[in-house]
C-alpha cells in the first residue's frame, strides 16, 4: 500500500478536511476533502514526493496553479484556491466524482459517432479558450476527461501540465498512446498538440481501440511521424475531421475552433453531450494507515519565554509548523485542530510577545514571497538557445524558462528562442520566471487555389506566395480532368494544404487523362475541343464550346473533389449551410438543379453543404 502525506481527518492548513484518498497519478497525489469554509466538497492534489523534491517544479506549480485559476469554462475543472503548508503546495479544485472517459473505454463502452461529435465539440470548445490564454495542456487523455453530476464532459489537471515532463526519465506505455509527433520528435507541446491528441480520443472512443497499436512503443511512435489518423469505416462523418486533425505537421494541422466547428457541424444536437452518470466509479482506497501526530515539521517558532530570555520548560510543547497556512496564497483556518497543542502557560507580557512574533513572521513571508530575501542575478540572453538549453543554463541562477508563445521566423531556426521578458542585462532575484518566445520555424504563407490549372500556371501562382511547385510524372494519376492540369497538391503527406512554410516545395498532381493514356504535360493548353463528353462522378456531362452542360454529380464529395468538377464543367457553385461562409465544410448533400439537369454555359448551381 502506498504510503500517503496525508491521512483522513487531517485538516491542511485549518480549511479542509481530508475525508479520503482517491488515488496517485503520474503527477499528483489527490484527495476528497471537505471545505470547512464553504461547506463543500472539494479535491486536492499535491505533487508527488519525487517530483517535489524538485524547486523548478515547484515554482512551476505555484505559478500554474495562479494561472489555472483564472480561467472560467463551462467544461474546464475550476481551480479554487491553493496554498501550502509545512513545505508542501497543495491545490483545491472542483471536486467531480462520476469518473472520467477513460473509466467508460475501460469497461467498454463505445460512443456512437453523434455522441464521439459532441463530446470532441465539447473538449475543442475548452481548448480553444484555453489556447486563447496563452494555456496549453500538453497532456490530453480520456483521463483528464471527467464527467461532471450532469454528464457534462470537464478538461482537467490543467495547472499540473507539463510538470512531470520536466523530470521525466522514460515514457511509459499511457504516455505515447496519445503523444503527438513534435513529442515524440522531443519537441515542447503546441497548441495543435492538444488538437492531435483529442483526434486520437475521439477515434478510440468510438471504435475501441488506439488508432496507433503497433506492436512495440517504437513502432507506434515511428507509425504517428508518417501519416495522420489511418481511415475507420466507423468514424464515418468523423473521419475525415480526425485526419485533418491529425496531420503529422503541427502547421498543417486544423486548430482547436476550427476542429470544433467542423464537429459541430457533424451533430445536428447543439446541446453538450451527456454521458450517463457512474457514481461510485473512482476508486477510493479505504486502508491507508492514519499518519500518527508529529509534535513539529521543520522549523519550530521559539517560545514566548525563550524570546524573553527565559529559561525553557522542557516538558513543554509548543504548536508545530503544519498549523501555519501558507503565505503565497492564504487560506481560512477551521474552528478545529486534530493535532492539539499545549498552551504555553499565561504569563505577563505574553500577548505583546506573541503580537510581536505574528507581526515579524508575517513581514518575513511576504518579503520572502516578494523575493526581497532572495539574491539577484544578471539575467543571461536566452536568445538563439533551445528552451532545454535555457532551461539548464538558468538553472544555476535560480530562474525558470516560461514559453508564452510560438510564431513563425524566416530567421531564427524552429524551437529556438526569439525574444525574452526580461530582456539579457537586467538584474533579477532568484525564482524570476523568464518569458520567451519560440520560433515554430519559417513564415507560413497561405497556398491559392490551383487545381484544374496547368503546371505551368500552378507553379506560377505557387511562386507569388514564396512557393515552389513540381510536377513530377510520377505522381500523376487517372482523373476526369483533361491530361496535364492539377488534380491535386500534396505538402509532407498533406492533401491540398491551406498553408505551408515560405519557401517550401508543393507536389503538383497532375491528371493523365480519364484513361490514363494521355501523357502530362507542363505547358498551357492551347486549344480547346469543339464538344467533349465526359463522365463526372458518375454523371455524363456533354460540353459543347458554350452550349448547355450537365450539372455534375459531386453529392457526398469534399471541397477539392467540388471544386474540380464544377471547373471541368465550367459552371459555378455557390456553397449554403454549415461552414459554408467560412469555407469550413466537409461534403456536398445536395444540388439545385440535381445532378444531370442540363444548364447553360457558366450557370452558378446551389450546393448544400454541412
Same mark, same amino acid.
Not at 482517491?22 to 486536492?44: C, F, H, M, N
Not at 482547436?256 to 464537429?263: D, F, N, Q, T
Not at 513564415?443 to 506560377?460: N, Y
Not at 517550401?504 to 505547358?523: D, E
Given at each position: ?24 497519478? @503520474? ?32 515554482? !512551476? ?8 485559476? #483564472? ?32 473509466? /467508460? ?74 503523444? +503527438? ?11 495543435? #498538440? ?9 477515434? %478510440? ?16 511512435? =515511428?507509425?504517428? &511521424? ?52 457512474? /457514481? @461510485?466509479?473512482?476508486?477510493? &482506497? ?39 497556512? $501558507? ?19 499565561? /504569563?505577563?507580557?505574553?500577548? #505583546? ?29 536566452? %536568445?538563439?538557445?533551445?528552451?532545454? =538549453? ?24 524552429? @524551437? ?13 532575484? +532568484? ?9 515554430? @520555424? ?32 510520377? !505522381? ?11 488534380? %491535386?497538391?500534396?505538402?509532407? $503527406? ?28 507542363? +505547358? ?37 473533389? #467540388? ?48
Amino acid at each position: 500500500m502506498a504510503s500517503f502525506r496525508y491521512a483522513p481527518g487531517h485538516e491542511v492548513v485549518g480549511r479542509y478536511r481530508i475525508l479520503d484518498t482517491i488515488g496517485v497519478g @503520474g503527477t499528483s497525489e489527490v484527495y476528497l476533502a471537505q471545505d470547512l469554509t464553504l461547506d463543500r466538497r472539494v479535491a486536492l492534489k499535491t505533487l508527488r514526493p519525487d517530483l517535489a523534491e524538485h524547486e523548478d517544479v515547484r515554482r !512551476a506549480f505555484r505559478t500554474q496553479i495562479i494561472r489555472a485559476a #483564472t480561467l472560467s469554462h463551462p467544461h474546464i475543472v475550476r481551480v479554487f484556491d491553493g496554498g501550502q503548508e509545512s513545505g508542501t503546495i497543495f491545490m483545491v479544485t472542483e471536486y467531480l466524482g462520476d469518473g472520467s472517459l477513460e473509466d /467508460r473505454l475501460a469497461a467498454g463502452e463505445l460512443l456512437s459517432v453523434e455522441d464521439a461529435a459532441r463530446l470532441g465539440r465539447d473538449v475543442a470548445g475548452a481548448l480553444d479558450y484555453m489556447h486563447g490564454h496563452q494555456v496549453t495542456h500538453g497532456g490530453l487523455s480520456p483521463r483528464k476527461i471527467l464527467v461532471d453530476e450532469l454528464g457534462r464532459v470537464r478538461v482537467s489537471d490543467v495547472a499540473l501540465v507539463g510538470l512531470r515532463a520536466m523530470h521525466r526519465q522514460r515514457y511509459t506505455v499511457h504516455d505515447l498512446r496519445y503523444l +503527438s509527433p513534435e513529442q515524440v520528435r522531443g519537441e515542447p507541446p503546441l497548441p495543435a #498538440t492538444d488538437v492531435y491528441a483529442l483526434a486520437l480520443i475521439l477515434a %478510440e472512443a468510438v471504435t475501441g481501440a488506439p488508432p496507433f497499436d503497433a506492436s512495440t512503443m517504437e513502432a507506434s511512435a =515511428q507509425a504517428r &511521424l508518417a501519416s495522420p489518423l489511418p481511415p475507420h469505416p466507423e468514424l464515418g462523418a468523423l473521419d475525415m475531421v480526425l485526419a485533418q486533425a491529425s496531420v503529422p505537421d503541427p502547421l498543417q494541422r486544423l486548430d482547436a475552433a476550427a476542429m470544433a466547428s467542423r464537429l459541430g457541424a457533424a451533430t445536428l444536437d447543439e446541446s453538450p453531450v451527456e454521458l450517463v452518470a457512474r /457514481r @461510485g466509479a473512482v476508486p477510493v &482506497l479505504h486502508q491507508v494507515p492514519p499518519m500518527a501526530p508529529r509534535a513539529s515539521i521543520g522549523f519550530r517558532a521559539p517560545s514566548p519565554r525563550e524570546l524573553a530570555g527565559r529559561e525553557t520548560d522542557p516538558n513543554q510543547d509548543f504548536e508545530s509548523a503544519d498549523a501555519a497556512p $501558507g503565505a503565497w496564497m492564504p487560506s481560512g483556518r477551521g474552528p478545529s485542530d486534530p493535532y492539539p497543542v499545549v498552551p504555553p502557560p499565561r /504569563r505577563r507580557r505574553t500577548a #505583546t510577545v506573541v503580537a510581536a512574533v505574528v507581526i515579524l513572521v508575517v513581514a518575513a513571508g511576504v518579503a520572502w514571497w516578494f523575493g526581497l530575501f532572495s539574491s539577484h542575478q544578471t539575467v543571461p540572453r536566452l %536568445e538563439g538557445l533551445t528552451v532545454a =538549453q535555457a532551461t539548464s543554463q538558468l538553472t544555476a541562477d535560480g530562474f525558470t524558462v516560461s514559453v508564452t508563445r510560438h510564431v513563425a521566423s524566416a530567421s531564427v531556426a524552429r @524551437g529556438a528562442i526569439i525574444s525574452q521578458s526580461p530582456a539579457a542585462g537586467v538584474s533579477a532575484g +532568484s525564482g524570476q520566471v523568464i518569458s520567451v518566445t519560440v520560433s515554430s @520555424g519559417g513564415a507560413v504563407v497561405s497556398l491559392p487555389g490551383v487545381t484544374g490549372e496547368s503546371c505551368a500556371a500552378a507553379q506560377s501562382a505557387l511562386r507569388r506566395v514564396d512557393v515552389k511547385g513540381a510536377c513530377p510524372a510520377s !505522381a500523376a494519376v487517372v482523373s476526369t480532368l483533361p491530361a496535364g492540369q492539377v488534380v %491535386e497538391t500534396r505538402y509532407h $503527406g498533406v492533401t491540398d494544404p491551406s498553408s505551408a512554410p515560405r519557401g517550401a516545395t508543393i507536389t503538383l498532381v497532375l491528371s493523365s487523362g480519364p484513361s490514363g493514356a494521355a501523357t502530362t504535360t507542363t +505547358s498551357p493548353a492551347t486549344t480547346t475541343p469543339a464538344a467533349t463528353s465526359t463522365t463526372v462522378a458518375g454523371t455524363t456531362a456533354t460540353i459543347a464550346g458554350q452550349g448547355p452542360r450537365a450539372v455534375p454529380d459531386v453529392i457526398g464529395l469534399g471541397p477539392t473533389a #467540388t471544386i474540380a468538377a464544377f471547373r471541368h464543367a465550367v459552371l459555378f457553385f455557390s456553397p449554403k449551410g454549415p461552414g459554408a461562409s467560412t469555407g469550413k465544410w466537409t461534403k456536398v448533400v445536395s444540388t439545385l438543379p440535381s445532378p444531370g439537369t442540363m444548364v447553360p454555359y457558366r450557370s452558378t448551381i446551389i450546393v448544400n453543404v454541412r
